[in-house]
Structure formats: C-alpha cells, structure tokens
C-alpha cells in the first residue's frame, strides 16, 4: 500500500455533510455523484449528487445525462470538476478492482479525485483517492 500522497483534497463542511448524507440516501444501493471547485484548485466548492443509473449494491454508474447537467452547472459557476464521489455499502473505502478500471476508462489521464464513502461500520469513512494505469494513490482529506 502506497503512503497518502502530500495533495490535501480539501472539503468545506457543507459539502463534506452532503456526501455523506447522499450516500445514506443512497442505501440499499452506492450512491455517487461529482464535485467541483475552481479551475486548478483541490479544495472541494460544489457536490453534485446524482442518479446510480446501476441501481446496484455492488457497483455505480453515473447517469450520461445527469454528467452532461453537472459539468454545465459547474462551467456556468466557473467551477472545474475534481472528481466523483461514491459509497461502498459493505466494503472499506478503498477501490475495487472495479473501481480502478472505471476510473481508467473514465479518466485516462488521471486527473480526477475518487472520493469513496464507506459505510460499513456505524462510523462512515471518508478517503480519497488518484488513480493512473492501475496504481492507486491515496490523498489526504482536510474537512474547513
């Protein structure tokens, strides 16, 4: 396992709050959704909660029109997307196998935080996560 990398994903509380909360909303199925915050940055500004178009326990897929939505919303606020959000209903909040190969074909360039939610203990879990052909990078996340 790689040690967190010194890129501090960085969320407001309303935001941090969101996630969490969607990915509750969430349940029996992950949940999933995308953020934004301005163009170069790492601190999180927008969360966008969207459709599980899987309607899964085990996987998620973004909804193609939902995506098209937010990334306008956050152009139209001078936002850039970070990255997507999703919950691991039973697992820890480390990508699957899965996980990295969405991420891959998602985002080729890796570029993209990967926020998982795990909420499989009463406590959830929050990490986040680059992914780049196949290596994991975990980043450190700080709630302001």
């Not at 500004?45 to 459709?51: G, I, N, S």
Request: with cysteine; proline share 6%; net charge negative.
């Amino acid at each position: 396992m790689r040690l967190p990398s010194t890129v501090v994903l960085t969320l407001t509380d309303a935001v941090f709050r969101q996630m969490l909360a969607h990915a509750y909303d969430g349940l029996p199925d992950e949940a999933c959704g995308m953020f934004a915050g301005g163009y170069g940055s790492d601190r999180v500004e927008v969360f966008y909660p969207m459709t599980n178009s899987a309607h899964s326990q085990k996987v998620y897929v973004l909804d193609g029109h939902e995506q098209l939505s937010v990334e306008r919303a956050a152009d139209e606020a001078g936002l850039s997307i970070l990255g997507v959000m999703h919950s691991h209903t039973h697992t820890t909040a480390y990508p699957s196998p899965t996980d990295v190969a969405d991420a891959a074909a998602a985002d080729p360039l890796g570029v993209y935080f990967f926020v998982i939610v795990s909420l499989k203990h009463p406590e959830p879990a929050l990490r986040a996560y680059k992914m780049l052909d196949g290596a994991i990078t975990e980043h450190l996340v700080e709630v302001v």
